[in-house]
């Protein structure tokens, strides 16, 4: 079975602009997750999709946003970069309801540069 | 406002030692504790705990969760310098909600 997968895997952008990274999560898993991860805050949860719902979201201001899609892919955006968005974007997949306490499946991560 | 705790955040031993890592938490409607191992890039799961008392083991590695005490603890039996890593603990809520200690960085030198 394929992991899950991340795109793409390495972005630079600029204050002020926007991104979207992807996240494809391993085949028949219809939750993902999505959290970032720098040196200075640790691993921080931003939000959790579940058949195409936002099940709970973390506490991140409203520039960040998601989606996912029937197929159980999940895209984020991040509008009005700031500098301090500079962060490893970790997408995790599993196979049940987030509550349930299924094991969770990380993607490799995209690695945001904001300049 | 929910948190979970790791310690120590640093750990150096060398190959062959014994070591327990902690975590403690807390959190309103806790559902389950997991670990994880951090190399390089993503954090790979190594165990989920959600009822006290009960050992998790796989391999060198065990676990248990004190639902009571709040806290759990990660060993790692015989370390090779290939556990050197950092371990992540979380604890998932009800709410669906997961958070994450600081993690604790092992190195195992030879």
């Known amino acids: 079975k394929a992991g899950v997968t991340q795109t793409p895997r390495y972005l630079i952008k600029t204050r002020g602009q926007q991104v979207t990274l992807s996240c494809s999560p391993i085949s028949g898993h219809r939750s993902v997750s999505w959290y970032q991860q720098t040196p200075g805050q640790g691993l921080q949860f931003l939000f959790e999709y579940f058949s195409e719902t936002q099940r709970n979201k973390g506490n991140f201001p409203g520039r960040f946003s998601g989606r996912q899609f029937s197929n159980s892919r999940s895209e984020m955006n991040v509008s009005t970069l700031e500098l301090g968005d500079s962060a490893l974007y970790l997408c995790a997949s599993s196979p049940g309801l987030a509550g349930d306490s299924y094991e969770q499946y990380f993607g490799p991560g995209t690695r945001l540069t904001v300049t | ?110």
């Open chain 2, 1 to 110: 406002e929910d948190k979970v705790v790791q310690s120590p955040l640093s750990l150096v031993v060398h190959e062959g030692d014994t070591v327990t890592l902690n975590c403690s938490y807390e959190v309103t409607n806790f559902r389950s504790l997991l670990w994880y191992k951090q190399e390089k890039k993503a954090p790979t799961f190594l165990f989920m705990l959600t009822s006290s008392g009960i050992e998790k083991k796989s391999g060198r590695l065990s676990s248990i969760l004190d639902k009571k005490e709040l806290f759990s603890i990660l060993n790692i039996t015989a370390t090779q310098t290939g556990d050197s890593a950092i371990y992540l603990c979380a604890v998932r809520t009800s709410y669906d909600k997961v958070i994450f200690g600081p993690g604790t960085s092992l190195s195992v030198i030879p």
